[in-house]
Nanobody, 121 residues
Framework: QVQLVESGGGLVQAGGSLRLSCVLS????????MGWYRQVPGKLRDFVAF???????SYEDSVKGRFTISRDSAKKMVYLQMNSLKSEDTAVYYC???????????????WGQGTQVTVSS
């Protein structure tokens, strides 16, 4: 069973930093990419950042220059370094992995359980 577990969330003052981590475990054939999304109550889950298997990155406009996504392929981990945090960054942050199923080789995705990030102004 494939699982994603996030860590690193918490309470931080505006202007501060946090680093989120996510580890993928379980049987997979290969990882196509991993990323971060966030959600506030009553709203849809929004894209934050993504990193592909070849290291290409993409960011949502409001986090460009403040957030950095990185990965450790050997450890099946993805990180999100968040600097210059703002109150509007407050949300539950979810890790997502796009990968190929170990048995069928089909493309599929899994989500973590989420980690709360609260930025106080």
């Amino acid at each position: 069973q494939v699982q994603l577990v996030e860590s690193g969330g918490g309470l931080v003052q505006a202007g501060g930093s946090l680093r989120l981590s996510c580890v993928l475990s379980g049987p997979i054939f290969s990882i196509n990419g991993m990323g971060w999304y966030r959600q506030v109550p009553g709203k849809l889950r929004d894209f934050v950042a993504f990193i592909t298997s070849d290291g290409s990155t993409s960011y949502e406009d409001s986090v460009k220059g403040r957030f950095t996504i990185s990965r450790d392929s050997a450890k099946k981990m993805v990180y999100l370094q968040m600097n210059s945090l703002k109150s509007e960054d407050t949300a539950v942050y979810y890790c997502k992995a796009d990968y190929r199923n170990v048995w069928t080789r089909s493309n599929t995705s899994s989500w973590g359980q989420g980690t709360q990030v609260t930025v106080s102004s």
